[in-house]
């Protein structure tokens, strides 16, 4: 007869693991959120740059001094 664990303890064992990286995860993210590093209203954006669908580097700097435009899509029903 073979030894088995109970189906169980099997599965306490699981939920206890996905506890316990819950945990750990939600923990960095919170430690990562230093209220001091976070954008508030007015600040300018961040330097950053984005391949683009064709293959080259788009920067936000190559649109300085250019009208802003925002799109935002809602992907909700309705």
Do not use: W
Request: glycine share 8%.
């Amino acid at each position: 007869m073979e030894n088995r664990l109970p189906l169980r303890v099997i599965l306490h064992g699981i939920r206890k693991m996905i506890t316990i990286s819950f945990l750990g995860l939600s923990s960095s993210i919170i430690s990562a959120c230093n209220s001091s590093e976070l954008i508030k209203v007015g600040d300018p954006a961040p330097a950053f740059t984005l391949s683009s669908a064709g293959g080259t580097e788009v920067s936000l700097s190559d649109f300085e001094g250019r009208q802003p435009v925002l799109l935002y899509f809602h992907m909700a029903k309705g």
